[in-house]
């Protein structure tokens, strides 16, 4: 469990820690808001086929996975994070104004998969900082994370209503604007000293403990993530369908915000779910409603229908993510938890990242169609978290643990 007061030789903590951490964690969801509904939009403009897209959009993934995890590693070593997080901002806003003179497919890949290097780590280091602070002096962690979520839903807005008046060529220069408040942010970064603890990104250059190479974990975590990862569709071509069938740049806006709304409501109330259903219902019911949602999308929905699906997020991520977590907590140590964390950051990541890739030629031969085949990939993913419900050890040792949790 993280200690709800700090350690007597822990000290006082950074002053405004809350706000400064808060504003920590906007600045880059501000960047996140512009890029993942509208870069694709971007791209389009510069008149890549969609499997063109697909592989823009997911090599970055793929390479995000191994640099962020080195990343952490120099992190913690340096002892001081907020230097990678300027480092970060530097680079990510040098590598945005690069892309301004980027018109063909190669040159595009190239940076943007460089900026996707570069910016990586700097989320995850925002949530160990975060972390810090809750395990030191007892913050409330959904206090400083939900403002990020409400700046990732006000620049989805925004970039709605500016993407319908300037068309796809603002992405650029909002993005650049996001990566300028990164650098600020991380001026402004409490400094939190050495971590005492690893991050899960850094947990990934270790080999796992021998509690997460148990089958029924492993079936979970590759189920649940293989369910996260048929949402690599809707991410990469969900606003290029919704502006080609005529949706406005503020409609689109609003169905992206509709999603991520959905998903901090689930996530208040996430406690109270908690009490009253089984890990298992909240993880199960997750995966059949994501078979269920990319069954519906490529129907003729009509606006306020995408509305109501795109609340779906709630439960084909929130609620089985808020399950997810739970039962690690369940199955493995405290000491452990960061080394779980990561393979679940790096199952997700790799995931995601192919079917991105994959939903570039989905997409191009069937169009909207191509949500089928997510619905296949989630179904997939329930079949492996049911094979570890049906495979969870039944023999439970003290303190709620697994007996093979070592």
């Known amino acids: 469990m993280i200690p709800s007061q700090a ?24 960047v996140n808001g512009f890029a993942m509904p509208y870069f694709p939009v971007w791209l389009t403009t510069l008149s890549m086929s969609d499997f063109e897209i697909g592989v823009v959009l997911a090599l970055p993934m793929f390479i995000r996975v191994f640099t962020a ?9 340096i002892g001081e994070r907020t230097i990678v997080l300027i480092w970060s901002g ?19 890949l190239i940076i943007y998969t460089l900026q996707s290097a570069v910016y990586s780590p700097y989320v995850p280091i925002v949530e160990a900082i975060a ?3 809750v395990r030191r002096w007892g913050f409330d962690y959904a206090q400083m994370r939900l403002w990020g979520s409400v700046a990732f839903i006000g620049a989805t807005m925004l970039g709605g209503w500016m993407i319908g008046i300037f068309g796809g060529d603002m992405v650029l220069p909002a993005m650049a604007i996001g990566f300028g408040l990164t650098i600020l942010m991380a001026f402004a970064a409490p400094k939190v000293g050495r971590p005492r603890r690893p991050s899960p990104i850094t947990a990934l250059t270790e080999p796992p403990p021998k509690s ?4 029924d974990l492993q079936l979970l975590l590759i189920g649940v993530t293989l369910v996260n990862a048929s949402h690599a569709m809707l991410f990469a071509f969900s606003a290029i369908y919704w502006q080609h ?8 806006g609003i169905l992206w915000s509709a999603g991520v709304a959905a998903e901090v409501t689930m996530f208040v109330f996430a406690k109270a779910i908690i009490r009253r259903f089984s890990v298992w219902a909240m993880i199960l019911s997750g995966c059949f409603l994501a078979v269920l949602r990319w069954i519906i999308f490529p129907m003729d929905l009509g606006f306020s229908g995408y509305f109501v699906l795109q609340c779906f997020h709630a439960f084909t991520y929130a609620i089985m993510h808020t399950g997810m977590q739970a039962k690690l907590v369940e199955r493995v140590v405290e000491e452990q938890e960061a080394a779980a964390q990561g393979i679940y950051f790096f199952y997700t990541g790799i995931f995601t990242a192919i079917f991105t890739f994959l939903s570039g030629y989905l997409y191009s031969w069937y169009g909207v169609n191509g949500f089928y085949s997510m619905s296949v990939v989630a179904f997939v993913g329930c079949c492996f978290a049911i094979a570890a419900w049906r ?5 439970r040792g003290s303190g709620g643990k697994t007996s093979e949790a070592s």
């Open 391 to 395: 495979l969870q050890p039944q023999r």
């Open 212 to 215: 997460l190479r148990q089958v």
């Open 131 to 133: 972390l810090s602070g």
């Open 245 to 252: 069938i005529g949706y406005s740049g503020t409609e689109i």
């Open 7 to 30: 350690p007597a030789s822990v000290g006082p903590p950074p002053r405004y820690f809350t706000l400064r951490t808060a504003l920590l964690f906007c600045a880059p969801l501000i």
């Open 69 to 77: 995890p080195i990343a952490g590693v120099i992190a913690d070593r």
């Open 90 to 108: 530097f680079l990510s806003l040098a590598t945005a104004f690069v892309l301004f003179y980027a018109r063909d497919f190669w040159p595009v």
